[in-house]
């Protein structure tokens, strides 16, 4: 079956920072990737998503590029702010013929200090 | 537009007791679904829906009913609470066009 896994948290970096939260998933076919972002107290808001074998996809200054021969989503950001402290969870959606049910990584949660 | 909307916002149950989770979505999406999230377990999948009058069973189904008989309600039916239902409960609704799920703010349900 399809599966996501991420990078264990917590990760803890300073403002400003580069951040890379790494996520390698296995499944049949041409799954779709997403990543969710949860805000304190919040439920999950989609992030970012690519559809296709080096699609790049891109939000709020995050990005992941989808590698198949790696199978691999990482999320990076150049510079983080303390405002992006959330869980951030990576996610697909198989590629059968209405399979819309999301497989999620744990989750991984960044903190930012100022 | 509301977007997914979710009651209540907290709940405290003893052992035994029964309740509904209450989950509505204004987007006229066909997909539902309801999660439990648990600490270190990311997002498991209950149970969910492809449309009005058909419900199925996710990854851990035991101890929850759903059923969905209009497109905006999918209620989650506890029927004898366990503490091990202790969890953060959310519903989404899906937009099959673009395959995003759209998550309600969730219900923090404790089993005491």
């Known amino acids: 079956g399809n599966s996501v896994t991420q990078m264990e948290g917590p990760v803890t970096l300073s403002e400003e920072a580069f951040l890379t939260i790494n996520c390698t998933y296995t499944a049949t076919g041409y799954p779709s990737l997403f990543w969710y972002v949860q805000y304190p107290g919040e439920g999950l808001q989609l992030l970012l998503k690519?559809?296709?074998?080096?699609d790049k996809g891109s939000n709020k200054g995050f990005e992941a590029t989808y590698r198949k021969e790696t199978t691999s989503f990482h999320l990076e950001k150049g510079s983080v702010q303390v405002s992006d402290s959330a869980v951030y969870f990576c996610a697909l959606i198989g590629s059968n013929f209405g399979n819309e049910k999301l497989t999620f990584g744990t989750g991984t949660r960044l903190t930012i200090i100022p | 537009n509301a977007g997914v909307t979710q009651t209540p916002k907290f709940q405290v149950l003893k052992t035994g007791q029964s309740m509904t989770l209450q989950c509505a979505q204004d987007m006229n999406h066909e997909y539902m679904s309801w999660y439990r999230q648990d600490p270190g377990m990311g997002l498991r999948l209950i149970h969910y829906s492809v449309g009005a009058g058909i419900t199925d069973q996710g990854e851990v189904p035991n101890g929850y009913n759903v059923s969905r008989s209009t497109t905006e309600d999918f209620p989650l039916r506890l029927l004898s609470a366990a503490p091990s239902q202790t969890s953060v409960y959310f519903c989404a609704s899906t937009d099959r066009d673009t395959d995003t799920q759209y998550f309600g703010p969730g219900t923090r349900l404790t089993v005491l």
């Open positions: 690519a559809t296709k074998a080096d």
